[in-house]
């Protein structure tokens, strides 16, 4: 069975520096994948890749077997690969209510229509607080992004991403900045993305790692040094080595 | 999410929209109220309201790719003059004198030159981009003064002798037709703008200028965007110069000026980007510095319009237009 997405000996460097080395991975329908490893590991190079906003040296990137290397950022969204940012990227003087119905816009290729108000269009509309409601920001709904709040500006992320409708959905520390007595709403807001979904999910937080992911994949300098399930991970060598160095062995003979 | 809470919170959504609407209509009204009022206290001056009102839609036209896209542009002129010479060709090289005709050959012409200068402009970003601009309008401007046997090189373009409209309302020697077919064809434009930046293709534009990478993440175009909306604002500026060459029956090279496209973009910022009435103001203020403080000031008059401008990017940066607004909004939240 061919992978829904798959990810084949992906390459970078930026002059000397190796940061993507032989990258591989696969997801299928319905995965929940965490991607770990320490600060400068490539985690977010290896997002930028996939998702064409930088060029990799070598490598494909494959969305249900059709090769999808040569498309550039807008067309592999509209192949179904969808990502959210580390740091917030929203439009500061638009309002949530906006920024849902504009990503519901552009999925139904209705973006370019020089008429009308999406607020005229009941299924946009329907739909733009359907998803405002499961992540709790209809209150919010028509302030500007600028006033709201940063962890409800993360909820928006998910939103957009929810909007889109996409089949591979890259989630680039979904919960990063936010305090931490609010990651529950992120889970909360994880836990509703549709179960055929795959889901690659990029964070440091590991207490909501391990509560999401069934499988973790660890890249430490561009390489990936384990590919398996959260209660092996833990257990495992050479992930210890790659984020305690050589206090891995001394805490373990502690 | 149950459906009878989603529907309450959608009929909470309408107030808001039918306030802007309300918006709208007071800008329809002011803006018939001056020319009403205009008209009958400059009734000796019609001809240079006519010209305030061909400003006023080179400015609207300006406003949709800065204001509202974020482009920065010092060749902005080159779509109005094409506009003009569009039309002034087609009268007095082709025979078609018939007003309204013109005017939709100007309009066509100023998209072509937008969707061209679109092209070139929008290649480069920041920096680059403003002096791909300057290039832009330069060039355009060299190209009317070289082909003389059309534009009339550097004397002008002359020989316009436009039908009456619909064959009824002949063009006078006060200008009043002009002035009053001027009047009709900025509120049609405005509200034609109203409901294009309203839309969602506005709403995508808007999302552009502020941030380009959010929107190629959602899967559009950038750039397809924007060379559409400079098609569009073309038109617009086409219209703007159509009408000026109808009006004042001459096109001149000056119309394909830098100085024009700078102005238009320094008395934008003075008014207020993005929002379409910061044109009006920019314009009636532009008209205003120039005709009444150079009157009173002829050596200092550009000292008085840079003071200005510095006093409105230090102290009111949305422009004035902006500044009122985001000033009546707080007014409006405290008296909540």
């Known amino acids: 069975m061919t992978a829904l997405f798959e990810v084949d000996h992906l390459m970078k460097s930026f002059g000397g ?3 993507t080395r032989d990258v591989s991975l696969s997801l299928q329908k319905g995965d929940r994948v965490a991607l770990i490893g320490p600060n400068g590991a490539g985690k977010t190079t290896f997002v930028n890749l ?19 290397s040569t498309f550039n950022a807008m067309k592999r969204v509209q192949a179904g690969l969808v ?5 917030t990227r929203l439009f500061a003087e ?102 055929d979904l795959a889901v690659l999910m990029i964070e440091h937080d590991m207490d909501l790692v391990f509560r999401f992911a069934k499988r973790v994949i660890v890249l430490a300098a561009g390489e990936i040094i384990f590919d398996g399930s959260p209660r092996e991970v833990t257990e495992d060598a050479l992930v210890r080595e790659a984020y305690l160095g050589s206090y891995a062995h001394a805490s373990s003979a502690a | 999410m149950s459906a009878s809470n989603t529907s309450a919170t959608m009929a909470r959504a309408l107030p808001a929209q039918s306030r802007s609407w309300l918006r709208d209509l007071a800008g329809i009204a002011v803006i018939l109220v001056s020319a009403i009022v205009g008209y009958f206290l400059f009734p000796n001056n019609l001809a240079q309201l006519t010209r305030i009102i061909a400003i006023m839609q080179f400015f609207l036209s300006l406003d949709l790719v800065t204001g509202y896209c974020g482009v920065a542009t010092l060749g902005h002129a080159a779509l109005f003059g094409a506009g003009a010479y569009a039309a002034g060709i087609a009268a007095a090289h082709f025979g078609v004198t018939e007003p309204l005709t013109m005017i939709a050959i100007g309009a066509a012409g100023g998209a072509l030159a ?33 082909a003389s046997a059309y534009t009339g090189g550097s004397d002008g373009l002359s020989g316009i002798a436009p039908d009456p409209i619909l064959g009824l309302f002949a063009f006078d020697l006060w200008g009043r037709t002009a002035y009053v077919l001027g009047i009709i064809l900025l509120i049609i434009v405005f509200v034609l703008l109203r409901i294009l930046v309203r839309s969602p293709f506005g709403m995508l534009c808007r999302g552009i200028r502020q941030d380009p990478i959010r929107i190629s993440a959602m899967g559009a175009s950038v750039k397809a965007t924007l060379i559409k909306m400079y098609v569009i604002s073309g038109a617009v500026a086409g219209i703007g110069g159509a009408f000026n060459a109808v009006s004042t029956q001459v096109v001149g090279l000056d119309s394909l000026s830098f100085t024009n496209s700078a102005e238009a973009l ?71």
């Open chain 1, 17 to 19: 520096l190796d940061v």
């Open chain 1, 50 to 68: 996939v998702t064409g906003h930088l060029r990799p040296n070598s490598g494909k990137v494959r969305m249900g077997g059709e090769d999808i």
């Open chain 1, 83 to 87: 990502r959210s940012f580390q740091v």
């Open chain 1, 94 to 195: 638009m309002t949530p209510e906006e920024h849902v119905a504009l990503a519901i816009l552009q999925r139904e290729g209705k973006s370019g229509r020089v008429a009308g108000s999406f607020q005229a269009m009941p299924e946009v509309m329907l739909e733009t607080y359907a998803i405002l409601e499961t992540l709790n920001l209809v209150a919010l709904a028509r302030m500007q992004v600028s006033e709201i709040a940063y962890g409800q500006q993360r909820l928006l992320e998910i939103a957009l991403a929810m909007a889109l409708r996409p089949k591979v959905l890259l989630l680039d520390e979904p919960a990063a900045g936010v305090p931490h007595s609010d990651t529950f709403l992120i889970e909360n807001a994880l836990a509703q993305l549709p179960d």
């Open chain 2, 114 to 146: 937008g969707l061209v200068s679109g092209v070139v402009i929008l290649r480069g970003h920041g920096l680059a981009q403003l002096v791909l601009s300057i290039a832009v309008i330069h060039l355009s401007h060299e190209a009317a003064n070289k």
């Open chain 2, 266 to 336: 320094v008395m934008l910022v003075l008014g207020g980007a993005g929002t379409l009435y910061g044109a009006f103001i920019g314009t009636i203020v532009f008209i205003g510095v120039e005709d009444f403080v150079s009157a009173a000031n002829p050596f200092h008059w550009l000292t008085i319009v840079g003071a200005l401008l510095i006093a409105v990017v230090l102290f009111a940066p949305k422009g004035l237009y902006g500044t009122a607004a985001a000033l009546v909004e707080r007014y409006r939240k405290g008296s909540k």
